[in-house]
């Protein structure tokens, strides 16, 4: 079977750093991409990473390692706005095909 | 950058009725779309995969028969839940593949009384 494993909720306080790991178990890969979702609406796009290795965009960050089946997504100087939930998907067999995460809840307070 | 949008983004529908939904690609070319669904704070589940002008792959557990899919062209999918019951209420929601990334559409929040 295929699984993915990621905390269900974290909380933080405005400008801090969290981070929301990942692991996997499926019998393909393709690559980890991350979403952010707010209540009563849909996904959107924040990251893939196909190869092993950190790629930064704006205030998040996400990090790939295939070795050990395993990433993360940073989200750093925390607002408000970023209360949301976040998913981790990995692709097993095409670009568009993903298998999603149970999501984290992140919860940021003042 | 590119859009996908759904229609409609909310329906009620009485128990055994046929609800009907699309996805259209409003600035590009899919080839496959994806239909999603969630159920309140739960994860998505791919139900299956959309391929423009050939039958569309299910994934497993998800009756063929009861939620049809059409992709009839390279910029509209629909999906239909038939015979809907309260245990389809649920969010639906596609997703298509552009040329760097995946796009979801709005999604549809159907509820069945």
């Known amino acids: 079977g295929q699984s993915l494993e990621q905390p269900s909720e974290v909380t933080a306080v405005e400008g801090a750093i969290v981070q929301i790991n990942c692991t996997y178990q499926?019998?393909?890969?393709?690559?980890l991409s991350w979403y952010q979702q707010h209540d009563g609406g849909a996904p959107t796009f924040l990251s893939y990473?196909?190869?092993?290795g950190l790629e930064e965009t704006g205030r998040f960050s996400s990090f790939l390692s295939r070795s050990d089946s395993y990433g993360y997504l940073l989200l750093q100087e925390l607002q408000m706005k970023d209360s949301a939930s976040y998913f981790c998907?990995?692709?097993?067999?095409?670009?568009?095909?993903?298998?999603f995460g149970a999501g984290t809840q992140v919860v940021v307070t003042p | 950058g590119a859009v996908v949008s759904q229609h409609p983004s909310r329906v009620i529908c009485k128990s055994g009725t046929s609800v009907k939904i699309e996805c259209r690609s409003l600035?590009?070319?899919?080839?496959?779309m994806f239909w999603y669904r969630q159920f309140p704070k739960q994860s998505l589940m791919l139900m299956a995969t959309?391929?423009?002008?050939?039958?569309?792959?299910?994934e497993q557990g998800v009756e063929k028969d009861k939620f049809l899919i059409n992709h009839a062209s390279l910029t509209l999918s629909t999906l239909t839940v038939t015979s809907a019951h309260p245990e389809d209420s649920s969010f639906y929601i596609c997703?298509?593949?552009?040329?760097?990334?995946?796009?979801f559409g709005p999604g549809t929040r159907l509820t069945v009384l």
């Open positions: 997703s298509a593949e552009g040329a760097d990334t995946q796009y």
């Open positions: 499926t019998s393909g890969f393709y690559g």
């Open positions: 990473n196909a190869l092993d």
């Open positions: 998907a990995v692709s097993t067999d095409s670009w568009g095909k993903f298998q």
């Open positions: 600035d590009f070319q899919a080839t496959t």
């Open positions: 959309s391929n423009e002008g050939s039958k569309a792959t299910y």
